[in-house]
């Protein structure tokens, strides 16, 4: 399965939209994006997935390049309760989950 | 209740102790999974169950020892465990399906071996 990179931490003020990016530049045509995340010492929750186009549910947007070797999630309106490590994971239909460190986000008042 | 279910919540065990952790969920799922999380170190996948037979074992030491007697359920056996495995375990549940499935995790068990 591809690796990912994305950055340690970001900041994200209260009600403004947080932009999570992730390059996956080995990425193959049939792995999938996934993101998850990771509120402090709970369990992982699942966010969203994605194969090319772009994909949107009740809890966030997931957008992939064309060439697919990025991608951003983004929480339109970011609470404080969304505070939490986010991990994006490129995976392949048999592949495993493989969690690596993640982006700590931290929403501010 | 709903989702996955895991109890304990908080152990706190002896090395020379035997304990069981359970997982349940409530999904109709027919995957189960045991993840270990330590301190600071990314989430390492232990054991895969798929419609109740073990489909993968990451090298965990046999003191640690699964056990999936029905779709919906999931022990992790606990024995002669060392301080080093102190750390959050993580069950997680999917529906194997096509392409793409994705994993629903319970709340974990906090686990301190003295």
């Known amino acids: 399965d591809a690796k990912t990179t994305q950055p340690t931490s970001m900041d994200c003020a209260e009600g403004r939209a947080a932009n999570l990016p992730c390059n996956h530049s080995t990425i193959s045509g049939n792995e999938y994006v996934y993101w998850y995340r990771q509120i402090h010492s709970q369990g992982p929750q699942y966010i969203i997935h994605g194969l090319k186009n772009n994909e949107t549910n009740e809890m966030a947007s997931l957008i992939i390049t064309e060439d697919r070797k990025s991608s951003t999630l983004i929480l339109p309106h970011a609470t404080l309760r969304d505070t939490a490590v986010y991990y994006c994971?490129?995976?392949?239909?048999?592949?495993?989950?493989?969690f690596g460190q993640g982006t700590t986000l931290q929403v501010k008042p | 209740e709903t989702g996955v279910t895991q109890t304990p919540r908080h152990l706190v065990m002896g090395m020379t102790n035997k304990k069981s952790l359970k997982c349940e969920q409530h999904?109709?799922?027919?995957?189960m999974y045991w993840y270990k999380q330590s301190a600071k170190k990314p989430l390492e996948l232990m054991f895969v169950?798929?419609?109740?037979?073990?489909?993968e074992n990451n090298s965990v030491p046999s003191r640690f020892s699964p056990e999936c007697p029905n779709s919906s359920h999931l022990f992790l056996h606990l024995h002669t465990l060392q301080p080093e495995d102190s750390a959050l375990y993580l069950c997680a549940s999917s529906q194997e399906r096509g392409w793409a499935y994705e994993q629903y995790f319970g709340p974990g068990t906090r686990l301190t071996v003295t």
């Open positions: 994971i490129v995976r392949s239909p048999a592949g495993k989950l493989i």
């Open positions: 999904l109709g799922h027919n995957a």
């Open positions: 169950y798929s419609l109740e037979e073990r489909v």
